[in-house]
């Protein structure tokens, strides 16, 4: 056997330059959720008070974004909704009603907590991104509502008002990494 025979093609790799462009130019392009495995691993291993700010950094973007979501929670009826995502360790605390609107990583439900709504992180992300209607979702038992259904249906009300995508507000933390974030 000849020794040329097991030689490899030296294809050239691309460089790290050309893979950020290709994959810049296609981010713009997937309507896609986001990848939903490295969401809940972020969300499992990042220190809590980093992930808690990094909740307060979404909540002043959404500020900037959509300015007008942040006033209409702040006009609810006072409230505090735990959002409970079944496969992560830990729940969210989000306070309407006043204003800064503020959101909240707790460990379990807070005492004074209005309404409870529950699902994966999967359905809690096509909910908020308006995929999929709630009520689907309630019926078919994928999202569980308890507590004041009115603070829930307000809150409701309001999302379903703005167009939000995850991928966009996490994106915009990073600055001008933000094709290479989503």
């Known amino acids: 056997v000849a020794a040329n025979t097991y030689r490899r093609a030296r294809t050239p790799l691309p460089t790290v330059a050309a893979r950020f462009a290709t994959f810049a130019t296609h981010a713009d392009m997937d309507p896609s959720p986001p990848p939903l495995a490295l969401l809940r691993g972020a969300a499992t291993v990042l220190p809590r008070p980093l992930l808690a700010r990094l909740a307060d950094a ?3 973007g959404l500020g900037r974004t959509h300015p007008r979501l942040l006033a209409n929670l702040a006009k609810l009826e006072p409230a505090t909704v735990h959002v409970v995502p079944t496969d992560l360790p830990y729940g969210f605390a989000l306070e309407v009603g006043r204003e800064p609107v ?23 992300l096509d909910l908020l991104e308006g995929r999929i209607d709630s009520d689907t979702l309630f019926f078919r038992r994928d999202l569980i509502i308890s507590g004041n259904t009115e603070a829930v249906v307000g809150l409701r009300n309001v999302l379903d008002r703005e167009e939000l995508r995850l991928t966009d507000e996490l994106g915009a933390l990073c600055g001008p990494l933000r094709p290479a974030a989503r």
Request: hydrophobic content about 55%; proline content about 4%.
């Open 102 to 124: 503020r959101l909240r990583i707790v460990d379990e439900r807070p005492a004074m907590a209005s309404a409870q709504v529950s699902g994966s992180v999967a359905v809690l």
């Open 58 to 60: 979404v909540v002043r």
